[in-house]
Structure formats: structure tokens, C-alpha cells
């Protein structure tokens, strides 16, 4: 999606909100440079996962091609391998899931948003979370910065 109809969507549903989450956006520095001039944040949390770790968590998922669940060789296997637990349909690995694809999506995302990361780094309100701890000690974090930075 062009910058200026992600930009418009976002400036629109912040209008009329009293608080908001915003997840995976900004992702480039125009898309920052729009929301800089639209609101002021809070918290701005970067959850810090290695290049190798998340080739495995994005190569890992598969889905039914029948009803669409999602599931993970690692994380979330299904009782039996390859099939659907919902519905007994087969699990496919999505053509965007496989590694040369990732790979691609992971160069266009340190591209883009490492420059957005750099932008907010220095700003009041940043925090790094490890994004490779356990999903709870994960949320245990995020909550304390929340706590510590949000206006009440
Ligand atoms: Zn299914």
C-alpha cells in the first residue's frame, strides 16, 4: 500500500481516539515523519529478535489450506504432522514463509524500519525488549514500560 493511503488511514482512526496501539507502523521514515506531525507517543517499543531466530519462527509456520488455521513445526504442532486438527485438511508452508522469501522480507525490513528504530531511539519513551525470551516474560515487560511512560 502507497505511504499516503497508509499515512491517511492512520491519521483518520487516530482522530477520534483517546489512547491507541500502533503495530508495525510506522515501517519507513516518511510513514514516521507523517505520524511526528499527526501525535506525540508515549512508549515506542522495539521487541529485539535476531536474524536467525526469526528465520526459524517465520519458516516454521504453516497453515490448512482447507480452513486456514495456523501452526508451527516448533511451537504449535499439530497432533498429527501435516494434517489439520480443525478440520483434517493438509498444512502448507505459505510461498512468503519459505526461506528465500523470508530472507527478502527480512532485507526489506532492516532497510526500511532500522532508520525508523535510529529515529526513535534517542526519544523519551523508547524501549528495547528482548523479543527472544519466553512470550510471558515478553509481556512482562512491555506492561512495566507501559506503566512507567503512558500518561494516565
Ligand atoms: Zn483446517
Same mark, same amino acid.
Given at each position: ?141 512491555? /506492561? ?6 503512558? /500518561?494516565?
Amino acid at each position: 500500500m502507497p505511504d499516503a493511503v497508509v499515512d491517511a488511514i492512520v491519521e483518520e482512526a487516530l482522530s477520534g481516539a483517546g489512547g491507541f496501539v500502533l503495530d508495525g507502523y510506522p515501517r519507513n521514515p516518511t510513514q514516521a515523519e507523517t505520524l511526528t506531525e499527526v501525535t506525540d507517543l508515549d512508549v515506542i517499543l522495539s521487541l529485539e529478535v535476531g536474524h536467525e531466530v526469526l528465520v526459524d519462527r517465520l519458516t516454521g509456520r504453516r497453515v490448512c489450506d482447507d480452513c486456514g488455521t495456523n501452526y508451527h513445526v516448533e511451537f504449535d504442532q499439530p497432533e498429527q504432522e501435516g494434517v489439520c486438527d480443525e478440520c483434517g485438511g493438509d498444512l502448507i508452508q505459505r510461498g512468503d514463509d519459505q526461506r528465500e522469501a523470508v530472507e527478502n522480507r527480512l532485507d526489506v525490513f532492516e532497510e526500511n524500519t532500522q532508520p525508523v528504530i535510529d529515529r526513535y531511539r534517542d526519544q523519551n519513551g523508547f524501549v528495547e525488549v528482548d523479543g527472544e525470551q519466553s512470550p510471558g516474560a515478553v509481556w512482562t515487560e512491555i /506492561r512495566a514500560a507501559i506503566d512507567e511512560h503512558s /500518561r494516565t
